[in-house]
């Protein structure tokens, strides 16, 4: 997807000199400094991903009543008590 992107002198030189020493398209010198800096951010949470879901699922309840009991036969484990 093609996008304009200003940058000052400085930082254009510093993009045409870093392309022409590593070989790279001066557009590939862009992509993969945008990628580097978005691995350094920081993951949201669980709960914030599952957030839009949390409480959206309306049910008569009792669901999980019997939770236990299948985990404990999905492991193939009896019950020791």
């Known amino acids: 997807m093609a996008k304009s992107v200003r940058i000052d002198r400085q930082l254009e030189?510093?993009?045409?000199?870093?392309a022409k020493v590593s070989g790279l398209t001066k557009s590939k010198v862009i992509q993969n400094a945008m990628a580097k800096r978005?691995?350094?951010m920081p993951k949201?949470?669980?709960a914030d991903s599952l957030a839009p879901f949390i409480g959206r699922v309306?049910?008569?309840g009792g669901r999980a009543r019997h939770t236990g009991t299948a985990f404990r036969q999905a492991l193939g484990k009896k019950k020791t008590s």
Not at 13 to 18: E, G, L, V
């Open 13 to 18: 030189s510093c993009r045409q000199q870093i």
């Open 44 to 46: 949201p949470s669980l």
């Open 58 to 60: 309306k049910s008569a």
């Open 38 to 40: 978005c691995d350094q």
